[in-house]
């Protein structure tokens, strides 16, 4: 059984519905999981690539690990803004399970600037557990319709569902994972 927590840092976005809504998601999808949520008004500047106008995502998964409390939490940062690696133009999200953080990235989740609606919160909910999914040790999945399958434009974040394939099912019931479709 699972024996986590998930704790949310958001950035950037004050909207306890949303952090409520992602808490229940997680608890409901990864059985015997727990969620806390706390908000932060900004990223460091330290991260922010001037000339992209984005984060570099890949060096904030260092900072967001600090938030760790203890060795069962999962940090998940949702960050309202743009992030990238080095070799992409932009990231919807970035995961390390060796520092168990994932990250997701809303600018380019929403279907108009900073509009909090369906659309948004479904592309959302799928970007949090696909990132997840590789904080538990999944990579890309194939499947195009499995939340595991690489997305490329929002398009593809669109067309995928926000469950797990049987195959991705297996590799986390092999780890230990619980998952509740």
Do not use: W
Not at 30 to 56: A, K, N, T
Request: net charge negative; glycine share 6%.
């Amino acid at each position: 059984m699972n024996e986590f927590i998930f704790r949310l840092v958001v950035i950037g976005l004050r909207d306890i519905s949303v952090a409520d809504y992602l808490c229940n998601v997680l608890t409901s999808r990864f059985m015997g999981s727990g969620c806390v949520y706390e908000f932060l008004d900004e990223v460091p500047r330290d991260y922010y690539d001037i000339r992209r106008r984005q984060y570099r995502a890949d060096l904030l998964i260092n900072f967001y690990a600090e938030f760790r409390d203890s060795e069962n939490e999962i940090i998940v940062a949702v960050v309202n803004e743009d992030g990238y690696v080095p070799g992409l133009n932009f990231v919807f999200g970035l995961a390390d399970p060796i520092s168990r953080v994932a990250s997701v990235y809303l600018k380019r989740l929403y279907k108009l600037p900073n509009l909090v609606d369906e659309t948004f919160i479904h592309r959302l909910r799928k970007e949090v557990i696909h990132e997840i999914g590789h904080v538990f040790g999944l990579g890309h999945c194939r499947d195009p319709r499995c939340v595991m399958s690489f997305s490329n434009s929002i398009f593809e974040v669109d067309y995928k569902t926000d469950l797990f394939c049987s195959k991705c099912l297996d590799a986390l019931s092999k780890r230990g994972v619980v998952v509740n479709q």
